[in-house]
């Protein structure tokens, strides 16, 4: 099996900018869940979708929104990029009741 | 309310030196309880998985076993090697499909 992608891999944007991001899960996987990754935060949890519903959601503001498709693949927006919304932003699928399989993440740099 | 408490480091030990990262949580109901590793520039790994009290996760090495009486899932190797060296992740996921994740604990291990 496929692991779980994500593009792009690395993205320089500046601020006041948006950006898309994409993670393609696990075959047969329905839960993909989204965390960024900053070394003074640590790994925080953005939200998680199932079946194209958002079933839970972390302490973000609404600048950070995503949506997940039918085919389980997922989307990521950040809108009017801040520099504190550089990080490594981290996918993972799942397929209840088993263990998350992460994503290698996106590099996302705002100048 | 739930929430996972994990040693923080960074903790620095001598190749084949024995290590155990402590981690303890706090959750309504029997919790899934689960070890990551990220290895430097790449994602998170799952590393080994307890779903119930007394089970023990094993992998490379490495043991964690379930602990109901003290809210425990500590992560022990008996003899480490330079290429352990990593952040190592306690994740706990509820009866009610939330997770959450320690902050994390950097190991280096020098030669």
């Known amino acids: 099996k496929a692991g779980v992608t994500q593009t792009p891999r690395y993205l320089i944007k500046t601020r006041g900018q948006q950006v898309t991001l994409s993670c393609s899960p696990i075959s047969g996987h329905r839960s993909v869940s989204w965390y960024q990754q900053t070394p003074g935060q640590g790994l925080q949890f953005l939200f998680e979708?199932?079946?194209?519903?958002?079933?839970n959601k972390g302490n973000f503001p609404g600048r950070f929104s995503g949506r997940q498709f039918s085919n389980s693949r997922s989307e990521m927006n950040v809108s009017t990029l801040e520099l504190g919304d550089s990080a490594l932003y981290l996918c993972?699928?799942?397929?209840?009741?088993?263990?998350?399989?992460f994503g290698p993440g996106t590099r996302l740099t705002v100048l | 309310g739930n929430s996972v408490t994990q040693m923080e480091g960074p903790v620095t030990l001598s190749e084949e030196a024995f290590l155990t990262i402590n981690c303890t949580y706090t959750?309504?109901?029997?919790?899934?309880l689960f070890w990551y590793v990220q290895y430097p520039g790449e994602g998170l790994q799952l590393l080994l998985k307890a779903t119930k009290a007394d089970d023990k996760g094993s992998n490379k090495g490495f043991e964690a076993t379930y602990r109901k009486e003290t809210t425990s899932f500590h992560l022990e190797k008996g003899s480490v090697q330079v290429s352990d060296s990593a952040v190592y992740f306690c994740?706990?996921?509820?009866?009610?499909?939330?997770?959450?994740f320690g902050p994390g604990t950097s190991l280096s291990v020098i030669p």
């Open positions: 994740e706990m996921k509820t009866s009610y499909d939330k997770v959450i």
């Open positions: 959750a309504t109901g029997y919790p899934s």
């Open positions: 979708y199932f079946s194209e519903t958002q079933r």
């Open positions: 993972a699928s799942s397929s209840y009741p088993g263990p998350q399989f």
